[in-house]
């Protein structure tokens, strides 16, 4: 079964300053790639997507995430935060057919504050 | 309007009653999931339907029944509802097993 590990449990930045949160899955087969974002009191919503091709995706609002196969990460990256990015940020993989169990394995989040 | 909605939004009820959670797709799509979150554990998967009559577990289906008579339809019922199921429920669909999932708003479920 994969598993999903998100390093920051919880991350303070000021405004304008750049970020990137790490995440590391275990799987030995093929993965799809995602991250979500949940905005206080909302439901998850789809930031950007890895299924193949160009490692280096871009998503919604700015962010970007690169697939580097070899050490298994998916790191969301954004040059310049904004207050508006407070959110918890949610790492999943899917093993593709043939793997893995149906649904997304999550991380357990990382919550992102951005002090104005 | 087109989407995924869950009702109730806010759910409270007693320890050993069952309630039943509600999740509505208008996407026709195949997969529905519900998930639970919890503080310090992210959103770990109770039980998932790859089609219409047929359902699987996810990683912590126990306490947990659901059914999916209809493709755009997937409630969730705690037979006898557990303090320890107190959480927050989300239903989310997607078009094939390894598509993007798009989730509902959620339901805030307190078992007193």
């Known amino acids: 079964a994969q598993s999903v590990s998100q390093h920051n449990h919880h991350v303070i930045l000021s405004e304008a300053a750049s970020l990137e949160l790490g995440c590391n899955y275990s799987?030995?087969?093929?993965?799809?790639l995602f991250w979500y974002v949940q905005y206080p009191g909302q439901h998850l919503q789809l930031l950007l997507k890895y299924f193949s091709g160009d490692p280096l995706v871009k998503g919604i609002k700015g962010f970007e995430a690169e697939f580097i196969k070899s050490k298994f990460s998916f790191n969301l990256r954004k040059p310049s935060v904004q207050w508006s990015d407070t959110a918890e940020y949610f790492c999943?993989?899917?093993?593709?057919?043939?793997?893995?169990?149906?649904?997304?394995?999550f991380g357990k989040g990382t919550h992102l504050i951005i002090q104005p | 309007d087109a989407g995924i909605t869950q009702s109730p939004r806010y759910k409270i009820t007693e320890t050993g009653r069952q309630v039943t959670l509600m999740c509505h797709q208008t996407w026709s799509h195949s997969y529905m999931f519900w998930y639970r979150q919890d503080l310090g554990h992210g959103l770990r998967l109770i039980y998932y339907s790859a089609a219409a009559d047929i359902t699987d577990k996810g990683e912590v289906p126990d306490g947990y029944v659901v059914s999916r008579s209809k493709t755009e339809n997937f409630p969730l019922t705690l037979e006898s509802a557990t303090r320890s199921q107190t959480s927050v429920y989300f239903c989310?669909?997607?078009?094939?097993?390894?598509?993007?999932?798009?989730f509902g708003q959620g339901t805030r479920l307190t078992v007193v």
């Open positions: 999943a993989v899917n093993a593709e057919s043939g793997g893995g169990a149906d649904g997304l394995t």
């Open positions: 989310a669909s997607g078009r094939d097993r390894e598509a993007e999932a798009f």
């Open positions: 799987y030995g087969g093929t993965v799809n």
